[in-house]
């Protein structure tokens, strides 16, 4: 019946109060963990790194949960055997869940459409078992919104400012960072930088170099839009003239990629990162013409419940020897020869332009499925968590200290009140 239907407005009026409260306790909860974390374990950099990163999953269970309930979906993903290791692989059980095999180092680049694009490659970490090792880059603003903002930090997401010296000597310390965790040889693994400085770039650490068999190995699943903000009339027109300008013709579906930053960030991550995962991204009930800004907004999204229906990927995967980064050890790629990333850059804009086909594809045929290819695989899951228990675990910590803190009080109570 209509007025059953999720966006109808008795059950948008019953969902959505108990949608906030649900997500500003397990907020609430998930900043206390690690609050607690920072007080107790600080000085136990493996503890204190193995609670930051579960309360990553924490943040993930609890906006996948709400997500699947306010707007449930499919998550389709395409691939062709040949564009991936052979270790890799995309299955759905019995029960609809999606079960990746992916690199533990790897980097995902990926068109920007809406501003919920970065949950769903998330998601994609958390079928493959790396939903605590996700670090994704975003704009500065977000890490002020108050509680949000420092759990980000903790999850040490990486953070633009969108000033190239500001960013550069930013981006190159928390990259190495991630990179000597990698190895086994950075601060999650309580090992000290060898210098506070770097000859090639002022301001920036110094990790030790090579791997450390005992040492715990941290993995990471690196998310990157190097388009750097989602598809609008704006954002469109000037990659348009960017396009012009360098001669080339013009993008139908995607904005042209930003090229120092995924270069930076690629070349800092040479000596662990296994692949380069590429995603084209398309999403049920967005029309060539449409921006996904506009249609699926924060407010149409997650209080009236118009979401995306599927979520369709079509994955392939480099591996990082095979993009041109060059081989000089600078960390200052304001440095490099001009060849090299010149490159870089046309590597990158051929991946871009073949990207724009993949989506010229979809939209004609509403899918990135490649019919008569016996190598190309289409698997269909749902959006969701693999048990519905998991909702519970970032409340844990919270319900756990109230339930310690009563017992207190009680027990204090019986001995100096009675």
């Known amino acids: 019946m209509p007025f059953l239907s999720r ?19 397990g907020v609430l909860s998930i900043r206390f963990t690690q609050v607690l974390a920072d007080l107790l374990f600080k000085s136990l950099p493996r503890v204190y790194h193995l609670i930051a990163n579960l309360t990553k999953v924490h943040f993930l269970t609890l906006l996948a949960f709400l997500t699947s309930i306010i707007n449930p979906s499919k998550v389709v993903v395409t691939y062709n055997y040949d564009d991936l290791p052979k270790s890799n692989s995309f299955k759905v059980d019995s029960n609809g869940n999606l079960s990746s095999i992916l690199s533990p180092n790897s980097v995902w680049i990926s068109n920007h459409q809406i501003y919920t694009d970065w949950l769903y490659l998330w998601f994609m970490a958390y079928t493959g ?9 975003l704009k500065e603003n977000l890490a002020k919104i108050p509680i949000l903002g420092p759990g980000m930090q903790v999850f040490k997401f990486l953070f633009l400012s969108r000033k190239w010296e500001t960013d550069k000597v930013n981006l190159t310390n928390q990259l190495l960072e991630i990179d000597a965790d990698a190895r086994g040889l950075g601060p999650a693994s309580g090992v000290r930088c060898i210098s506070s400085t770097n000859p090639s770039l002022p ?14 190995i941290w993995p990471y699943q690196l998310i990157i839009y190097p388009e750097g903000t989602v598809k609008s009339p704006h954002t469109r027109e000037r990659s348009n003239k960017f396009v012009l300008n360098l001669n080339r013709p013009l993008l139908k579906h995607v904005l042209l990629p930003r090229v120092r930053g995924i270069f930076l960030m690629l070349r800092l991550l040479r000596d662990t990162c296994e692949v380069v995962y590429d995603v084209a991204c398309g999403y049920g009930g967005l029309k060539p013409e449409d921006y996904g800004e506009d249609v699926f907004t924060l407010k149409a999204f997650y209080l009236l419940g118009y979401g995306p229906s599927s979520v369709n990927y079509h994955i392939r995967a480099w591996n990082l020897k095979d993009i041109p980064l060059g081989n000089d050890d600078s960390v200052d790629i304001d440095t490099v020869d001009p060849e090299v990333l010149k490159k870089f850059e046309d590597w990158l804009f051929t991946v871009w332009y073949e990207k724009d086909k993949l989506m010229d594809k979809y939209y004609k045929t509403g899918t990135f499925a490649e019919a008569g290819n016996s190598k190309s695989r289409t698997v269909t899951a749902d959006f969701k968590l693999k048990s519905s228990l998991e909702v519970v675990t970032p409340f844990v910590t919270l319900v756990s200290a109230f339930l310690i803190l009563r017992l207190v009080v009680k027990g204090l109570w019986h001995l100096y009140c009675k």
């Open 129 to 137: 078992r790396f939903a605590d090792s996700v670090y994704i880059v």
């Open 7 to 25: 966006h109808s407005w008795p059950v948008v009026l019953i969902r959505t109060p108990f949608c906030i409260v649900f997500f500003i306790v």
């Open 203 to 216: 301001g920036v650490a110094q990790w030790p170099k090579g791997d450390h068999p005992d040492k715990r």
